[in-house]
């Protein structure tokens, strides 16, 4: 019976000469590949689209959107939560992944590390526009005035202000800095003298000498430590806007590791999506292999499983509360106007997802494209149902009232989603997609262990 040998990370016969060229070329080539053009310009039309729509939300005031009282935060909330969530998975998981030293962890690590920063600009866009009156943000800030106005500390929108401003500041700088050493390489393999001097400031003098590399990896190990804390931190403050209130379905404390845990289910399916299309987009089967995909898919159905746990938690903790308000919102979650919205979310997130324990699914960049889809899905309407159901119907029957998306609540979000994907393609047409030195580590490794038959 033949053997069959596992499938290696990195192809045979790759060099750090052929890695560079490839990954390299993608961009310093003139012209770009004819998906990524297609894609680019619908990003670009969707972006625009938000632009405009922003505008006229500005314009006319947040009555647009379909929010009301007792529903005040409405869809922006949603989408404010969701993409925080993406946001501070890719961060956790490019940290986490070289902190532990991963060896499947250079091909999707600048993806995750890209996706956190759009992500937060996404969020951070959205906390604006929720506020109401955005032309009042600078009240967040605490800055000295001769009016003698300070910002509520007791306020959830000043936590949000502080903790997205210093996500986005952190996110900013340690994608920077691990494109240092890449940004050195397009400076020397650059032909134009414009993309020489471009990649050439970018790259900070960068030289590649013994004590930039020394420097470099001890600050990049602090950095990523720091990393595990803040976006921890920065969760558990978002999850706690909600569960400092009295409001039946919001009052849990199980909610920030509740939410940490769904941030990184979304953020590993997010990362899975990226690195499918990726690799279809620039032709990279053999650097995002496969066993790639089969990481990904199993710290999706591990997170997936934790999230599934928090779902349980929550409703034995509303049941043995004894408190009747607390019990009537989970039943009318299942029952009420809203039930749809629950139901869907079990679906995608309880039921698809245990077709992750399939390798065959795993492995199959269809499958988890698709389960990727479902899971982001999922845990949108995750967070929509935890706000609507939980503010729709409060202690006083008076006080009900049902809300629901209008057009603008969907343009607004398609044109958000439309931002991100505009922000990482050209961040791919800046940037390698693939981070260079961690992939020159990885062939050095994988030499070393052939040639010492470990």
Known sequence: M????????????????????????LVLEPRARGRWRLAFAVSAALALMFVVCLGVVFTVGVGLFGVN????????IVNTIWWIGIAHAGTLISAVLLLTRQPWRAPVARLAEAMALFAIICAGIYAIVHLGRPQFMQFLIPYPNTMDLWPQWRSPLVWDFFAISTYFVFTLGFLYFSLLPDFATLRDRAHSRGLQIFYGVMALGWRGSALHWARYEQVNRVLAAVAAPIVVSVTGIISLDLAVSLVPGFHFTIFPPYFVAGALFSGFATVSFLAVVTRAMFGLKDLITRRHLDYLGRMMLLFALVVNYAYIQEVFTAWYSGDPYQRAVYINRWTGPYAPAWWAMFVCNSLLVQLLWFRQVRRSPAM???????????????????VFTSTYASYMPSTWGLSGP???????????????????????????????????VSIYRAVHKEKSGD
């Open 406 to 440: 209008t057009l603008w609540d969907l343009l607004v979000a398609l044109g958000s989603l439309g931002l991100f994907a505009f922000l990482l393609l050209a961040f791919v047409r800046l940037a390698p997609v693939v981070s260079m030195h961690d992939m020159r």
């Open 2 to 25: 033949p053997q069959t040998t596992p499938e290696t990370l990195l192809p045979e016969g790759l060099t750090h000469t052929t890695m560079t060229e490839r990954i390299a070329g």
């Open 368 to 386: 988890l494209l698709a389960l990727a889809i479902t899971s982001n899905i999922g845990m949108w309407l995750e967070r929509l149902q935890i």
């Open 69 to 76: 009282i007792p529903v005040a935060w409405g869809f922006p």
